[in-house]
């Protein structure tokens, strides 16, 4: 099984909105609207920040939401704050019954 | 408070087998629908799903690791384990736990991890 296709990097100011894209295929991403987002810290573990595509787990700031179009999963962040920045994954259950990880997304806030 | 804690050496030799064990508190492990994770992350690398274990013992485990790769539940200890046999330097990485939903679409929470490194 492939790894998603994430951006490496991605950045944004104080304040703007972001996107990070997740791309596989239609036996992971299409076919399931089982996609995670999650946040990681250096030196951390990863923090569930959205699941099933869209759902927010509690606790996690609404500035955080998820999509689907097609292969294409997304992460956006709203109001992006200093706080944000650090690495994102994605995840994606596949037809095989096996998950599959995103490379991972380094954000940097300008 | 659900928490997950990862145990078992930090050094292990190659070919020989590596073992971790994580402990569950806050929930019973036989006592909910949710599967158990091992995840791992060489260093400066991306995450990498090892498998998932329900408590009555179905496993499902990633086919690239798959012929190297044991894992199992102790329900009276509330545990859970991972045993991937002849390891190599690109087995080091830090290992995680974690609760799964049923088709491995969330993990949450996460153990805080344990670096393994594999050198004779």
């Known amino acids: 099984q492939s790894a998603l296709t994430q951006p490496a990097s991605v950045s944004g100011s104080p304040g703007q909105s972001i996107t990070i894209s997740c791309t596989g295929t239609?036996?992971?991403?299409?076919?399931?609207?089982?996609v995670s987002w999650y946040q990681q810290y250096p030196g951390k573990a990863p923090k569930l920040m959205i699941y099933?595509?869209?759902n927010r787990p509690s606790g996690v700031s609404n500035r955080f939401s998820g999509s689907k179009s097609g292969n294409t999963a997304s992460l956006t962040i709203s109001g992006l704050q200093a706080e944000d920045e650090a690495d994102y994954y994605c995840s994606s259950y596949t037809s095989s019954s096996t998950l599959v990880f995103g490379g991972g997304t380094k954000l940097t806030v300008l | 408070q659900l928490q997950l804690q990862e145990s078992g050496p930090g050094l292990v030799k190659p070919s020989e087998t590596l073992s971790l064990t994580c402990t569950v508190t806050?929930?019973?492990?036989?006592?909910?629908?949710?599967?158990w994770g091992w995840i791992r992350q060489p260093p400066g690398k991306g995450l990498e799903w090892i498998g998932c274990?329900?408590?009555?013992?179905?496993?499902y485990y990633n086919p690239s690791l798959k012929s190297r790769v044991t894992m199992s539940v102790d329900t009276s200890k509330n545990q859970f384990s991972l045993n991937l046999t002849s390891v190599t330097a690109a087995d080091t990485a830090v290992y995680y736990c974690?609760?799964?939903?049923?088709?491995?679409?969330?993990?949450?929470?996460w153990g805080q991890g344990t670096l393994v490194t594999v050198s004779s």
């Open positions: 274990i329900y408590y009555s013992g179905d496993t």
């Open positions: 239609t036996s992971d991403v299409g076919g399931y609207n089982y």
């Open positions: 099933d595509v869209s």
């Open positions: 974690a609760r799964s939903g049923k088709y491995w679409n969330w993990f949450d929470p």
């Open positions: 806050g929930a019973s492990i036989s006592r909910s629908t949710y599967y």
